[in-house]
């Protein structure tokens, strides 16, 4: 009963002004409540109350009020209230709740966000401290991991205290009063010398200025010698050689001193003087840094090369040597083993163009199976696995020390010229393509002058190229032979080496 009076003397304070009007007609309006017997226990309202419960009652305006607007109150009780009780006593729509429980939800995300929202709305004029201001969180009581971190690398490294660095100039400070009531400081910024420094230098100040006073010349001038002059001695218009006292006077002496030196032909014995300019691409290109480009450019002038490129030479120089030794070594094995058959030379190149033949094919084995062609390996490919077992170790042992260089070459050079390592198979795959055309020439070529040394070979390729003369033809002379004939040294040695082991090896494959 309390709430309801509050509620309603509230309520007709808001639109009693607009109910006092003399012109609105308000019907009055008495209270219809009935009289219930006193209970013991209850207690009697005061006079006060009665009185507010009388002026709540008349002041509540009623749908018959013209002038109450949509504000009218209709009693809970009421036959024609068809609103709920909630709405009829705030005197609220629904569309008017939910633009309040919006408006209090913008206000909440406003507050969660302020330093958006004031980063947002802050002017352009800020200054940099407004505006991280603005920005920072504010404190919660607990150290963010990031201020955390950066406050250890504070603690860890102290700034650097450097000598002799002017300090920042400060904003002048009202001292308050007068001006000699705050103490002097001492100047900052200064280096401080030891006494005794100072004192030597006075006196050599002091002597230096009596000698000169004495002689009257500077002493500094007969230090320098008689053959220096100074800049303004030089510029002066009593020094010889030239009266240049200004700017156009320096652009005159430099032009009179080209001239002379044009007449006496120095400019025509210039370098490059005639050719075209020499332009480097690469000095222009934006995929190389400048120092990269100067670097090289004093690497190629100089003729040095970094160490990665002398082991790069050296390591082809190894894998060429091992691949020439084992296609030699394959087509020496191969002829042999052909013309051990005894069959005419003709037949034996037939037999060698066979190998030579499915060689290519087996090259690319993958596209003929696809076109319904026959694996040659199974009975064309012509493979040694006696040779294989017998030369197994020093293949394996040569293309390690290989892998080995090339693990070194590659730990110094850069990542886009770095080199693979060498696999025995492969290898071997290569060399047997490589050879099988050779081998039909090779047994013509001995069928005709017979098993001759590498070097007899080498000498005839030699003759065949520069003629029958061979090198004398070339260099003119004779040729001066070191050993005499009926010496018996290394490279006779050699060649009976070679020659017993031909034939033992002639002997075992009989």
């Not at 749908?63 to 504000?71: E, R, S, T, V, W």
């Not at 080498?458 to 029958?468: A, D, I, S, Y």
Request: aromatic residues 6%.
């Amino acid at each position: 009963m309390k709430r309801t009076c509050l509620s309603r003397i509230a309520h007709a304070t808001a639109v009693g002004p607009a109910l006092r009007r003399p012109y609105a007609l308000r019907p009055r309006t008495f209270a219809t409540t009935q009289l219930r017997p006193k209970e013991k226990d209850e207690e009697e309202p005061s006079a006060l109350q009665r009185r507010f419960e009388a002026l709540a009652e008349t002041a509540a305006p009623t749908k018959l009020d013209p002038m109450a607007g949509p504000a009218a109150y209709q009693p809970v009780d009421s036959p024609d209230s068809s609103k709920p009780a909630d709405e009829l006593e705030s005197g609220l729509t629904k569309e008017d709740l939910a633009r309040l429980e919006q408006l209090v939800l913008d206000a909440s995300f406003k507050n969660e966000h302020a330093g958006a929202f004031a980063q947002v709305t802050i002017p352009s004029s800020a200054d940099k401290l407004t505006r991280q201001i603005a920005a920072d969180r504010p404190w919660t009581g607990e150290e963010s991991q990031a201020d955390a971190v950066l406050r250890m690398l504070t603690d860890s490294h102290k700034p650097l205290r450097m000598r002799g660095v002017a300090p920042k100039i400060q904003d002048p400070t009202f001292v308050g009063g007068r001006v000699g009531s705050e103490p002097l400081q001492p100047p900052t910024g200064m280096s401080k010398r030891k006494t005794g420094h100072r004192l030597l230098a006075a006196k050599e100040g002091v002597l230096e200025y009596t000698l000169d006073k004495e002689t009257g010349t500077d002493a500094r001038k007969k230090k320098r010698g008689p053959g220096h002059s100074s800049l303004a001695e030089k510029l002066s218009p009593g020094f010889e050689g030239g009266a240049a006292a200004s700017i156009g006077g320096l652009r005159t002496l430099a032009d009179s001193r080209i001239e002379a030196a044009i007449a006496r032909g120095e400019f025509a014995k210039l370098p490059g003087r005639g050719k075209p300019a020499v332009h480097d691409n690469l000095a222009s290109s934006p995929f190389i840094d400048n120092t990269e480009y100067f670097l090289n450019r004093i690497i190629q002038r100089q003729g040095a090369l970094p160490p990665w490129i002398e082991a790069q030479v050296e390591l082809e120089e190894r894998i060429e040597q091992f691949r020439a030794g084992l296609r030699d070594e394959w087509q020496r094995r191969v002829v042999r083993q052909i013309a051990f058959h005894g069959k005419s030379v003709d037949e034996q190149v037939a037999r060698a163009e066979a190998y030579a033949e499915s060689e290519r094919l087996l090259e690319d084995i993958e596209h003929k199976i696809d076109q319904g062609a026959i694996d040659p390996r199974a009975d064309k490919v012509y493979r040694d696995p006696e040779w294989l077992k017998q030369e197994h170790r020093y293949h394996t042992l040569s293309l390690q020390e290989i892998n080995s260089k090339t693990r070194s070459y590659n730990a110094q050079a850069p990542y886009s010229a770095r080199r693979g390592y060498l696999a025995l198979e492969k290898e071997l795959l290569a060399c047997y393509r490589d050879v099988a055309p050779t081998i039909g020439p090779e047994l013509r070529e001995r069928a005709k002058h017979g098993w001759v040394s590498a070097e007899e070979r080498q000498e005839r390729k030699v003759k065949e190229t520069l003629g029958e003369g061979g090198l004398k033809d070339l260099f003119g002379g004779e040729i001066i032979h070191v050993e005499k004939n009926d010496v018996y040294g290394l490279r006779e040695w050699w060649g009976d080496m070679k020659k017993s082991w031909f034939s033992k090896k002639t002997e075992q494959s009989s």
